[in-house]
């Protein structure tokens, strides 16, 4: 092998040693959460992400007339890996309602808990929007997440969820999408 093949080779096995380093760099940059088990009652039901940072609330007939209320109540398995925790956490719920003359309105109430592992706690109250006028809505939540001290090993945790819909008489709510819950992760 002469200098002029020995450069060759050397200069291809330095640009394949780099792509391979930064495709290790990059996978590391992008990581998953692993969603386990979970526990449903009410309307609902979950399904992850293709992402591995989000879950789909999936809400079948969620809705509350004439004076009704439905619940859905949500526990999932999350696994963070090594290295990370859950900094921001988002959800977008979408639908419509109908008030008619003389009704109080309808309400849509969510409830956002973390427990266990790297889920840290969550840092925003109980929200409840009320609507007294007929129309379509779009509901976005962005729910601040506590880290949890010392816990940068990742771990399992449980993510509870708990939506209420309520009408009063002569109105009705109709909840058809929960936009998939988005989990920031961030590097600790």
């Given at each position: ?11 291809v ?83 419509t ?5 003389g ?15 790297a ?8 929200k ?16 601040t ?16 969820i708990?939506?209420i ?24």
């Amino acid at each position: 092998m002469n200098f002029k093949q020995f450069g060759v080779l050397l200069s291809v096995s330095t640009i394949l040693g780099i792509n391979v380093i930064a495709t290790k760099v990059l996978a590391v940059d992008e990581p998953s959460i692993t969603f386990g088990a979970a526990l449903v009652s009410g309307g609902c039901s979950v399904a992850p992400g293709e992402d591995g940072r989000s879950l789909s609330i999936v809400l079948d007939n969620f809705s509350a007339f004439n004076g009704q209320r439905q619940k859905c109540i949500l526990r999932v398995q999350a696994f963070i890996p090594s290295g990370f925790i859950i900094q921001d956490v988002q959800v977008l719920y979408q639908g419509t309602t109908e008030v008619n003359r003389g009704s109080k309105g309808t309400s849509l109430s969510r409830t956002y808990s973390f427990s266990g592992g790297a889920l840290g706690q969550v840092v925003a109250p109980p929200k409840t929007t009320k609507f007294t006028s007929s129309k379509a809505f779009a509901e976005q939540d962005k729910i601040t997440v506590l880290a949890a001290s010392g816990l940068c090993s990742g771990g399992q945790g449980i993510l509870g969820i708990n939506l209420i819909a309520q009408s009063s008489r002569g109105s009705s709510i109709f909840v058809d999408t929960a936009d998939r819950l988005y989990f920031d992760l961030k590097r600790c």
